[in-house]
T-cell receptor
Framework: SQQGEEDPQALSIQEGENATMNCSYK?????LQWYRQNSGRGLVHLIL?????REKHSGRLRVTLDTSKKSSSLLITASRAADTASYFC???????????FGSGTQLTVLP | GAGVSQSPSNKVTEKGKDVELRCDPI?????LYWYRQSLGQGLEFLIY????????KSGLPSDRFSAERTGGSVSTLTIQRTQQEDSAVYLC???????????FGPGTRLTVT
């Protein structure tokens, strides 16, 4: 079963706008990670946030984590057409050695 | 340095045939994972190798699926008597340890006709 569920499933915005994607999960975690996937091939790791962290930044990316609500959000600021991709959250729950991925958000940034 | 590589990039096979998919992890990474992704879906965990420990096979969907990792490096995923529902992209990832980011290969797109 999937631990993380992303919301929305699809998001379409204009270049320059901000994009926000949300992830909810069910069990306690060690960390939560966000990945990007272009064209259905390999995933690229974007950012990792540990369970004792509340917010993390990396370039135009901002991730928040609310362990009380079992949710995380990924914000991409000043989006570009090249940001068009699928974005997945993945949880390291500690009870399993592998990451558990959500079903992803398909982001389309229109030029 | 070099990333995770997988071969072949695409494989078309007839139903009932066996296939072997190969993964070369990043040098020095002790953890290796196989995932499967069906069209428009998230990733489904298949199997996990960590060092010399026994692999975690809990995600393998049937006994037609097996994997091995030789010398703690290269891994091969074997699917016997392929079925059409096996069609998917098979992704391999490696990481330095159990809790770090996964570094993914480009995947093998398997099509069973």
């Amino acid at each position: 079963s999937q631990q993380g569920e992303e919301d929305p499933q699809a998001l379409s915005i204009q270049e320059g706008e901000n994009a926000t994607m949300n992830c909810s999960y069910k069990t306690s975690i060690n960390n939560l990670q966000w990945y990007r996937q272009n064209s259905g091939r390999g995933l690229v790791h974007l950012i990792l946030i540990r369970s004792n962290e509340r917010e993390k930044h990396s370039g135009r990316l901002r991730v928040t984590l609310d362990t009380s609500k079992k949710s995380s959000s990924l914000l991409i600021t000043a989006s570009r057409a090249a940001d068009t991709a699928s974005y997945f959250c993945a949880t390291d729950s500690g009870s399993a050695r592998q990451l558990t991925f959500g079903s992803g958000t398909q982001l389309t940034v229109l030029p | 340095g070099a990333g995770v590589s997988q071969s072949p990039s695409n494989k078309v096979t007839e139903k009932g045939k066996d296939v072997e998919l190969r993964c070369d992890p990043i040098s020095g990474h002790t953890a290796l994972y196989w995932y499967r992704q069906s069209l428009g879906q998230g990733l489904e965990f298949l199997i996990y190798f960590q060092g010399n420990s026994a692999p975690d096979k809990s995600g393998l969907p049937s006994d037609r699926f097996s994997a091995e990792r030789t010398g703690g490096s290269v891994s091969t995923l074997t699917i016997q008597r392929t079925q059409q529902e096996d069609s998917a992209v098979y992704l391999c990832a490696s990481s330095l340890g159990e809790r770090g980011p996964n570094y993914f290969g480009p995947g093998t797109r398997l099509t069973v006709t």
